[in-house]
C-alpha cells in the first residue's frame, strides 16, 4: 500500500499493482475475486497476501497475472508518444525541409521510431528456438510434508502459479510445429519460496549421457553449416553419424522415431523432468524422484503423412492448438506424477539412475499422482512473455534439489549462461515473465537494463551501517543436500553407463504393433534421405544390438542387406529387469476419449441436408468440439431441407490435415469432380480418422477409392435417408474420442 500511494501520477501506470479495475484481464484470462471476500481492502493488498502467504496464491487469484499488471500497456483512448512520453503530432509524415526536400536529422520521431524498429529481435534460442507458451497453475491434490519441504506440495488445494512453454528443439524461430522432434516442456513455478524451473521434455530419457557432448549433438542435429539444410529435421547425414557413432543414444532413437515426436497437440503429450531429482523434507532427508506430466486429454499423434502436410498449411498447427484451447475455454491439464524412491532402492536396479538415457519402469517404481496443472491464460504479448521467458535448471527451491547426472550437472550452468547473451545482460531476472513473486533483496547491483532501484549507501554484507540487512536466511534458504563426496577427479563414466541397449530394447517391446511399425517407418523414411550408404548402415548396426526384427525390416525399407551388429561395450548385454512395461506405450494413456477442442469439418454443397448436418453440428458444439462447414468457397450453399449453409472455412485454405474427423451427406457428391474434395476425403481415410456419412455419399468415396472393412469404427455409414439419431451421433463423437483407427492402416496405404 505505501507503494501504492507513492506512484507517480502517470496515467500509463494507474494500474500498476491493480490499482485500475479498468485494466484488469478481460473475464477468463485471469479470475479476480472480490477484494472484500479476501479481507483485503486493495488489490494491491491481494497481490502481496498471494505473494508471501504461506498458503499461495489465493483461491482463485492468479499471482502471475497481478505482478505482470504492473507492466502491462493498454492504449485505449490515448494518444501517440514518443518513448519520453512526448506527444506526437504526425505519425505518417517524416519531418523534410520543403514538401519535396530531404528528411531532417533532427526528426527525432522518425529517428526513434526506425531505431527502435531495427533493433526489435533479439537472438532466437539456440535450441528450442521455437515455442509457444501459456499461463496457469499448479494445484497440490496430496500434501507430501513427509518427503519433501518444497512449497508447492506443502498443502492440498494450494495453487502456485506457472508458466510453462513448449517447443521443438531444432528447428529455427519460425518453423514448423509439425517436425518430427523432441518437443520441450519447460514449467515454471512462482512459488512463494522463489520460482522453481522444471525444464524437461516429452520423452523421459536424453540422447546422450554428459553435457560435454551436447554442443556435438545439437551441432549434429541443426542444419548442416555449409548450406544451412534442412530446416527442422533430423532426416540428414550429419545427425545420424553423429548418433551412430554414439550407442548411448540408442533408447531416446527409439522415442525419437515413435509417434511421441509427432504429437497431436501440446495438449495431448506428456512431459518427463527427465533427470533423476532429489526431494528434501524439513528433516534434512532426501529421497530420489522423477517427475511425470501426463494430460488429461490422453497422448495422441499425428500420422507421419499428415505432420508433413500440416506443415505446409498451418505451420503454427500447434501454436494455434494451445491457443485456441485456452481462448474457448478448454483448458489443458496434466496431472504431476512422481516416481519416488531411495539411494538403497537405485542401488538395486541394473542400470545407473544418474544416467539420463535411462527411465525407472513404473513396474520397479509406480508413479503417484500429487496435483494437477491448468493452463488457463493465454500471454498477453508473444515477445514479452514467451520468447524472454527464462528457464533454468538451476533454478531450484528449498526441498528440490540435484543429483550428480552429469548431464543436469552441465545444464546447470548452461541456461543462465545462453540467457546472457540472448537477453543482453545480467538483469533479465527483472522481466516481468521472469521475475519470482516473492521479493528480491541481495547486494547484486548494476549492470545493463537494470530496473531495481536500491535504496540506501550498503551493497555489501557483512555491514553495520545497513542494520546487517539483508541477512542471511541459514536454515530457512535453500541449504543444498550433503551429499558426501569422496572419489578422484576423472574424466571417465560410471560402469552401467556402458549399457545402451537394454531400455532401447525395453521400449521397443513395449509398444504395440501400429507403433512398432510406425518406427520401422520413420527409421526408413530418415535414412533414405541420408545420403551416405555407410552411415545407413551403421544405424542398422546400431538397430542389430536393440532388436533384430526392427533392424531387419529397417534393412528391407532401405533395401540393403543386414549389416553385422555393432560391437557393444558391455558383454554379456544387460537384460532389462521388465520385459515390457505397459505406461511406454502411447495407447496406454487414451485421455477421457472426450472430443474437446477436436476440429470436425461438415463437408457441403448444394443440396445439403441442412436439419440432419445442423443437428450433428449442434450436437458436437453441446460435446465441446468445434465443427465447422467446410466447401469450396465462403458464402452460402443451399440447402435441400430449408435455410442456406454459410460456409465457414473452404477445402482450399484448411485441407484434410488440418481436421480430426468429417462429416458428409449427399450434396457432397456434388463434389465428385473436384480434386480436392476427393483428396479430403481420402486423406482422412489414409490419415486414419473418422468419417460420418448421413446416407448416400457413395459417389464421392468411390472416387476417393475407399473400402472401409465392415470392423472399421472410425466409418460410420447411413444408408441413405435414414434418420440421423442420436444413437449414431454419439457413436460418431465415440470414434472421434478414440482419435485414430489405425486398424485400417496398411504401409504403403492402398489410398
Ligand atoms: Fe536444454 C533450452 C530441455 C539438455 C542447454 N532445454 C531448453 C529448453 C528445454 C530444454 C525445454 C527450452 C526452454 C524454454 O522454453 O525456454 N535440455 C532440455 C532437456 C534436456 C536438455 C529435457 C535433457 C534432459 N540442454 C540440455 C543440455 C544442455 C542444454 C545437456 C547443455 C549443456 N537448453 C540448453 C540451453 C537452452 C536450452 C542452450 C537454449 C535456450 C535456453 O537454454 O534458454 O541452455
Not at 515454471?188 to 536424453?206: A, C, Q, R, S
Not at 541477512?471 to 553407463?497: I, L, S, T
Request: with cysteine; aromatic share 8%.
Amino acid at each position: 500500500q505505501a507503494i501504492a500511494a507513492a506512484m507517480p501520477a502517470n496515467a500509463l501506470k494507474q494500474h500498476d499493482h491493480g490499482l485500475d479495475a479498468g485494466h484488469a484481464p478481460v473475464e477468463g484470462e485471469s479470475v479476480k475475486p472480490p477484494v472484500a471476500a479476501l479481507g483485503a481492502s486493495t488489490l494491491s493488498e491481494v497481490a502481496d497476501s498471494a505473494k508471501v502467504g504461506a498458503g499461495g496464491a489465493a483461491p482463485g487469484l492468479n499471482a502471475t497475472t497481478d505482478s505482470l499488471d504492473s507492466a502491462r500497456v493498454d492504449s485505449t483512448g490515448q494518444a501517440m508518444t514518443t518513448n519520453q512520453g512526448v506527444l506526437v503530432a504526425d505519425n505518417q509524415n517524416s519531418l523534410k525541409a520543403g514538401l519535396r526536400g530531404p528528411t531532417l536529422l533532427e526528426d527525432f520521431v522518425l529517428r526513434e521510431k526506425i531505431s527502435h524498429f531495427d533493433h526489435e529481435r533479439i537472438p532466437e534460442r539456440v535450441v528450442h528456438a521455437r515455442g509457444s507458451a501459456a499461463h496457469g497453475y499448479f494445484e497440490c491434490d496430496v500434501a507430501l510434508g513427509d518427503i519433501t519441504k518444497a512449497t508447492p506440495f506443502a498443502q492440498a488445494g494450494k495453487r502456485t502459479p506457472v508458466f510453462v512453454r513448449f517447443s521443438t528443439v531444432a528447428g529455427e524461430r519460425g518453423s514448423t510445429d509439425t517436425a518430427r522432434d523432441v518437443r520441450g516442456f519447460a514449467v515454471k513455478f512462482y512459488t512463494d519460496e522463489g520460482n522453481w524451473d522444471l525444464v524437461g521434455n516429452n520423452i523421459p530419457v536424453f540422447f546422450i549421457q554428459d553435457a560435454m557432448k551436447f554442443p556435438d549433438l545439437i551441432h549434429a542435429a541443426k542444419p548442416e553449416p555449409h548450406h544451412g539444410m534442412p530446416q527442422a529435421g533430423t532426416a540428414h547425414d550429419t545427425f545420424w553419424d553423429f548418433v551412430s557413432l554414439s550407442p548411448e543414444t540408442a533408447h531416446m532413437l527409439m522415442w525419437a522415431m515413435s509417434d511421441r515426436a509427432i504429437p497431436r497437440s501440446y495438449r495431448m503429450m506428456q512431459g518427463f523432468g527427465v533427470h533423476t531429482f532429489r526431494l528434501v523434507d524439513a528433516k534434512g532427508e532426501s529421497r530420489f524422484c522423477k517427475f511425470h506430466w501426463t494430460p488429461s486429454a490422453g497422448t495422441h499423434s499425428l500420422v507421419w503423412d499428415e505432420a508433413v502436410k500440416i506443415s505446409g498449411c498451418d505451420p503454427d498447427f500447434h501454436r494455434r492448438d494451445l491457443w485456441e484451447a485456452i481462448e474457448s475455454g478448454n483448458y489443458p491439464e496434466w496431472t504431476l506424477g512422481l516416481q519416488v524412491f531411495t539411494e538403497a532402492q537405485a542401488a538395486a536396479f541394473n542400470f545407473d539412475v544418474l544416467d539420463p538415457t535411462k527411465l525407472v519402469p513404473e513396474e520397479l517404481v509406480p508413479v503417484r499422482p500429487v496435483g494437477r496443472m491448468v493452463l488457463d491464460r493465454n500471454p498477453d504479448n508473444f515477445f514479452a512473455e514467451t520468447e524472454q521467458v527464462a528457464f533454468c535448471t538451476a533454478h531450484v527451491v528449498p526441498g528440490i534439489d540435484f543429483t550428480n547426472d552429469p548431464l543436469l550437472q552441465g545444464r546447470i550452468h548452461s541456461y543462465v549462461d545462453t540467457q546472457i547473451t540472448r537477453l543482453g545482460g545480467m538483469n533479465f531476472h527483472e522481466l516481468p515473465i521472469n521475475a519470482p513473486l516473492v521479493e528480491v533483496h541481495n547486494n547484486q547491483r548494476d549492470g545493463i537494463h537494470r530496473r531495481a532501484i536500491p535504496r540506501g549507501r550498503v551493497a555489501y554484507e557483512p555491514n553495520s551501517l545497513g542494520g546487517g540487512c539483508p541477512f542471511q536466511a541459514g536454515a530457512r534458504g535453500f541449504v543444498p543436500f550433503p551429499e558426501p563426496v569422496a572419489e578422484d577427479k576423472v574424466r571417465g563414466k560410471p560402469e552401467k553407463f556402458a549399457d545402451h541397449f537394454s531400455q532401447a530394447t525395453l521400449f521397443f517391446d513395449s509398444q504395440s504393433d501400429v507403433e512398432k511399425n510406425h518406427i520401422v517407418a520413420a527409421f526408413r523414411f530418415e535414412l533414405t534421405r541420408v545420403q551416405t550408404p555407410a552411415i545407413r548402415q551403421r544405424v542398422v548396426s546400431l538397430l542389430r544390438n536393440v532388436d533384430e526384427t526392427l533392424a531387419a525390416r529397417v534393412a528391407d525399407g532401405l533395401g540393403m542387406q543386414l549389416p553385422p551388429a555393432q560391437a557393444r561395450a558391455l558383454e554379456p548385454p544387460v537384460k532389462s529387469e521388465v520385459d515390457a512395461s505397459a505406461p511406454l506405450s502411447l495407447f496406454n494413456f487414451p485421455g477421457l476419449g472426450d472430443v474437446t477442442g477436436r476440429r470436425i469439418a461438415m463437408l457441403v454443397a448444394d443440396g445439403a441436408r441442412a436439419d440432419a448436418m445442423q443437428q450433428v453440428y449442434d450436437r458436437l458444439i453441446d460435446a465441446g468440439a468445434a465443427p465447422r462447414y467446410l466447401g469450396t468457397k465462403l458464402g452460402r450453399v443451399a440447402s435441400s431441407t430449408g435455410a442456406p449453409i454459410e460456409i465457414e472455412a473452404t477445402l482450399e485454405t484448411m485441407p484434410s490435415p488440418l481436421w480430426d474427423a468429417v462429416v458428409v451427406d449427399a450434396s457432397a457428391d456434388a463434389l465428385v469432380k473436384v480434386g480436392p474434395a476427393v483428396e479430403f476425403i481420402k486423406e482422412q481415410f489414409r490419415h486414419c480418422k473418422t468419417i460420418f456419412v448421413l446416407g448416400g455419399s457413395i459417389a464421392l468415396l468411390a472416387a476417393a477409392a475407399i473400402e472401409p472393412t465392415p470392423d472399421d469404427a472410425g466409418f460410420i455409414d447411413l444408408a441413405a435417408g435414414e434418420a440421423v439419431t442420436g444413437a449414431a451421433i454419439d457413436r460418431f463423437i465415440k470414434a472421434v474420442g478414440r482419435h485414430k483407427h489405425y486398424e485400417r492402416e496398411r504401409d504403403p496405404s492402398p489410398v
